[in-house]
């Protein structure tokens, strides 16, 4: 079974403060986790991955991801939120062995950002 | 770079026609998908291909679904007999990986009247 909950359906933050968007996963594999960014209109864009490497991962336009297995979280973090963040984010799970993979998004967090 | 790119961006059927659409991978990636997203809610899966065949797929992708790779670019999702709610934007995607990031087209939205 495989499933991902982004704890936050919305989020607002100040211009210039720190962002934190939450995920838990659970999974039979052991998975590969993504975050994707959607901008209004816009297909999805990938902002950063975990494949079993360093648990901190960075990604693109400042933002990174630290994956703790203890806690099945892999919450997404920015120090200081830029107008052009605002956009929604999925939490992607991946998970399965050769040609097999079963791929669950999450539900998405929505990114206001205030000036 | 080189990226998915989704034909047509915008299309509009009359219930129960045929309709199919068409995605052109990134030319070395082996794993392709396809998704849907309707208005508002969040995105689904709905089958990957890989070696010239399905190898998962969701409930959502009954027989009205299919998937083809007509030649060694394209790859197409046809829907047979559209119905109302079959209305969403689809997201085609590939992967050069089982495990690697999956590259997103920017969509086509799909519009049943």
């Known amino acids: 079974a495989q499933s991902v909950t982004q704890l936050d359906s919305h989020v607002s933050v100040s211009e210039g403060t720190p962002v934190l968007l939450r995920c838990n996963y659970s999974s039979s594999y052991s998975p590969s986790l993504f975050w994707y960014v959607q901008h209004p209109n816009k297909g999805l864009q990938l902002l950063l991955k975990?494949?079993?490497?360093?648990?901190l991962v960075k990604g693109i336009n400042g933002f990174e991801a630290e994956f703790k297995k203890s806690e099945t979280s892999f919450h997404l973090t920015k120090p200081s939120a830029h107008m052009s963040d605002a956009a929604e984010y999925f939490c992607?799970?991946?998970?399965?062995?050769?040609?097999?993979?079963?791929?669950?998004f999450g539900t998405g967090t929505k990114l206001q950002v205030i000036p | 770079e080189p990226e998915v790119t989704q034909t047509p961006s915008h299309q509009v059927t009359q219930m129960g026609q045929e309709v199919i659409l068409r995605c052109v991978p990134i030319?070395?990636?082996?794993?392709f998908y396809w998704y849907r997203q309707i208005l508002g809610q969040k995105v689904e899966f709905l089958v990957s291909?890989?070696?010239?065949?399905?190898?998962?797929k969701s409930e959502i992708f009954d027989d009205q679904f299919s998937v083809e790779r007509p030649d060694g670019s394209n790859f197409t999702l046809k829907i047979r007999s559209t119905k109302l709610e079959d209305s969403a934007m689809y997201f085609c995607?590939?992967?050069?990986?089982?495990?690697?990031?999956?590259?997103f087209g920017d969509g086509t939205r799909l519009s049943i009247l």
């Open positions: 992607v799970v991946s998970g399965g062995w050769g040609g097999y993979q079963k791929v669950t």
């Open positions: 030319s070395n990636h082996l794993y």
């Open positions: 995607a590939s992967g050069s990986g089982s495990n690697q990031p999956q590259h």
């Open positions: 291909f890989y070696n010239n065949e399905i190898s998962e």
């Open positions: 975990y494949t079993s490497a360093a648990t």
